[in-house]
């Protein structure tokens, strides 16, 4: 005797309820999951054309300057005597000469200016303070974790050579130390002929450094250009 529908469902045995609305889920997220894959391909390749656009860029530019620098070589003089600079004080980014540091393994043009494209490229001459060769304090400024990471391995008596157009200028690593970047009176002029190195610190910090390093190095020698 009939006595009403029943109160089970019809589905066949082993079918799961709302199986068609799991599914679509399921193919929502594996869809957004290989987009989000893509993506992330995109960005890390972007990245590494950055990375290899900044270094070729750096690579040239040393070229384009060491070629530069030897042709602003003067002739040597029938007589050694003192170097004196007098030209006018340099444009940004305008070539000033080359850092050499044996004992860190460091090498690198030196340009007028602190902006980003010329710390991007190598080492900048920080503005107000004396160029290679006049009276006072010569400062320069480089990345920490490009040309100026060896900065690491310099110890007190290490030498320092700048070579420019007037002449090569020799100097003696007299102390190391850790700042706060409002430090500004490591700039200050100097009695003695000297030079200051400045890159951010720790070396390995992850983002912003919150510290500076400073290098501090005293004339010993100069000559005139070869």
């Given at each position: 005797m009939l006595i009403g529908k029943s109160s089970r469902s019809s589905r066949p045995p082993g079918e799961v309820p709302g199986g068609v609305v799991v599914l679509g889920s399921r193919r929502r997220l594996g869809a957004a999951l290989r987009l989000l894959e893509v993506g992330l391909w995109g960005v890390a390749l972007a990245a590494v054309g950055y990375v290899g656009y900044v270094v070729l860029d750096r690579v040239a530019y040393e070229a384009r300057q060491a070629s530069r620098l030897g042709e602003l070589f003067r002739p040597p003089a029938a007589v050694v005597a003192p170097v004196v600079v007098t030209r006018q004080r340099p444009e940004h980014g305008e070539l000033i000469g080359r850092l050499e540091i044996p004992g860190a393994g460091i090498s690198v043009i030196v340009a007028a200016g602190t902006d980003a494209l010329t710390l991007r490229r190598g080492v900048g001459h920080i503005d107000g303070t004396a160029l290679p060769g006049e009276p006072g304090n010569v400062g320069l400024a480089g990345h920490r974790d490009t040309v100026f990471r060896g900065l690491r391995e310099v110890r007190p008596a290490d030498r320092i050579l700048l070579v420019t157009a007037d002449g090569s200028f020799e100097y003696e690593v007299e102390s190391l130390e850790t700042v706060t970047p409002e430090r500004g009176d490591v700039l200050d002029p100097s009695p003695h002929p000297t030079l200051t190195l400045v890159t951010c610190y720790p070396f390995d910090f992850?983002?912003?450094?919150?510290?500076?390093?400073?290098?501090?190095?005293?004339?010993v020698a100069r000559r005139p250009s070869p």
């Amino acid at each position: 005797m009939l006595i009403g529908k029943s109160s089970r469902s019809s589905r066949p045995p082993g079918e799961v309820p709302g199986g068609v609305v799991v599914l679509g889920s399921r193919r929502r997220l594996g869809a957004a999951l290989r987009l989000l894959e893509v993506g992330l391909w995109g960005v890390a390749l972007a990245a590494v054309g950055y990375v290899g656009y900044v270094v070729l860029d750096r690579v040239a530019y040393e070229a384009r300057q060491a070629s530069r620098l030897g042709e602003l070589f003067r002739p040597p003089a029938a007589v050694v005597a003192p170097v004196v600079v007098t030209r006018q004080r340099p444009e940004h980014g305008e070539l000033i000469g080359r850092l050499e540091i044996p004992g860190a393994g460091i090498s690198v043009i030196v340009a007028a200016g602190t902006d980003a494209l010329t710390l991007r490229r190598g080492v900048g001459h920080i503005d107000g303070t004396a160029l290679p060769g006049e009276p006072g304090n010569v400062g320069l400024a480089g990345h920490r974790d490009t040309v100026f990471r060896g900065l690491r391995e310099v110890r007190p008596a290490d030498r320092i050579l700048l070579v420019t157009a007037d002449g090569s200028f020799e100097y003696e690593v007299e102390s190391l130390e850790t700042v706060t970047p409002e430090r500004g009176d490591v700039l200050d002029p100097s009695p003695h002929p000297t030079l200051t190195l400045v890159t951010c610190y720790p070396f390995d910090f992850i983002g912003p450094a919150p510290l500076r390093f400073i290098v501090r190095a005293r004339e010993v020698a100069r000559r005139p250009s070869p």
